[in-house]
Nanobody
Framework: QVQLVESGGGLVQPGGSLRLSCSAS????????MGWYRQAPGKQRELVAE???????KYVDSVKGRFTISRGNAKNTVLLQMNSLEGEDTAVYYC????????????WGQGTQVTVSS
């Protein structure tokens, strides 16, 4: 089993910044991908950004140039720096870990609310 603990959500004005953090613990494979998904009311959950053990990153087009995913200093920690936030970024953000290489198993955090509003 893998446990994911998220922090860093909240309320911010348009144009502001927030940083999300996710820490993973438990039976983590030597190969995994960690990332962030989000789900706005009435919409499907979508990938925001992810990073693999090699440091390769991927972003949804709508956040490119505004969001940065990176590894934290602590082991098995991932950060999402969100700048120039817009109302459309309002959603519940979920940390995700895809554990393993051949048949990865998905693990999810409990979710953290990000609200962008004036």
């Amino acid at each position: 089993q893998v446990q994911l603990v998220e922090s860093g959500g909240g309320l911010v004005q348009p144009g502001g910044s927030l940083r999300l953090s996710c820490s993973a613990s438990g039976s983590i494979s030597s190969w995994y991908v960690m990332g962030w998904y989000r789900q706005a009311p009435g919409k499907q959950r979508e990938l925001v950004a992810e990073i693999n053990r090699s440091g390769t990153t991927k972003y949804v087009d709508s956040v490119k140039g505004r969001f940065t995913i990176s590894r934290g200093n602590a082991k098995n920690t991932v950060l999402l720096q969100m700048n120039s936030l817009e109302g459309e970024d309002t959603a519940v953000y979920y940390c995700n870990l895809k554990n393993g290489l051949i048949a990865p198993v998905d693990y999810w955090g409990q979710g953290t609310q990000v609200t962008v509003s004036s």
